[in-house]
């Protein structure tokens, strides 16, 4: 399959038509296939919607296709399309719950307006605590060292020039969060307070959707930031202690929950 991956923030119309258009081309050029599509940005700010929705119709043309949220076909895969709540932290983060059909979304307001614990956010907190460091604001740990040597800093203040010369803020960034894990592999006191601080706005995340559930609420996981393991689950799993939600490992990747809303579609015309 051909590479490249699609958001409308960060790329050109034409780019995403092109990635999407060869992509299911490669799939099935015959064009008998039924898409099921889950996009990131595809939510509640209608210009977005509208844009997706018009480079879907150029890519897909020709195709019988379906639009999701990229979270709603995560939630799917990781519930098996039952009811509960997925959080997802990669380069974003977003909590997403589905409760008799009707689904309910937290955070995912962008790098620039939220995104707390993803793995953005803690490269920018991974930077602010090495800022701190170099000023005796905070005591200098392996943290200090790792990042100077990590970002190739010739001295403590190259870190300024570092990042506005980054060519993708939003991606750079969120990179930067395995250096964190790195260090708390070391147990540096910062990098698991980081984990700590992180765990604590995803479980606000899923506090608020859960609120709105009367019975034990099974919540699944996806995205980098959960690759870290127990330094990210464990805490979460403390943050969520006072609520009746459980961690649940997820039951499928998201390519299987696009393939069951794709059955429930099917079903759905089958029976008219």
Request: glycine share 8%.
């Amino acid at each position: 399959m051909a590479a490249g991956s699609i958001h409308i923030l960060t790329q050109s119309k034409q780019e995403s038509v092109c990635i999407l258009k060869e992509n299911v081309t490669l799939l099935d050029p015959s064009k008998k296939s039924l898409i099921i599509a889950g996009l990131a940005g595809y939510g509640n700010q209608e210009d977005l919607r509208k844009q997706i929705e018009d480079i879907c119709q150029e890519a897909f043309e020709g195709y019988t296709y379906l639009l999701y949220n990229d979270v709603q076909i995560a939630l799917a895969g990781a519930l098996a399309n039952q009811d509960g709540i997925v959080v997802i932290a990669g380069t974003g983060s977003i909590a997403y719950s589905c409760l008799n059909g009707q689904t309910k979304r937290c955070g995912g307001w962008g790098y620039q307006l939220g995104d707390e614990g993803s793995a953005y956010w803690m490269g920018k907190e991974l930077m602010k605590i090495y800022c701190q460091q170099v000023d005796g604001r905070l005591e200098k740990t392996k943290l200090y060292d790792k990042v100077k040597e990590s970002l190739l800093l010739e001295n403590d203040y190259d870190i300024i020039s570092y990042r506005h010369h980054l060519q993708n803020e939003r991606k750079d960034i969120a990179l930067l969060a395995k250096i964190n894990y790195e260090l708390a592999l070391e147990n540096d006191l910062y990098a698991l307070q980081i984990y700590k601080n992180a765990a604590s706005y995803l479980g606000q995340l899923i506090e608020v959707l859960a609120r709105d559930f009367h019975q034990p609420i099974p919540v699944s996981y996806i995205g980098g930031v959960f690759q870290a393991g127990e330094y990210i689950l464990k805490p979460l799993e403390e943050t969520l202690q006072t609520t009746s939600c459980y961690l649940q490992s997820p039951l499928y990747p998201p390519e299987y929950g696009a393939y069951l809303l794709g059955c429930m579609y099917t079903q759905k015309i089958l029976k008219k």
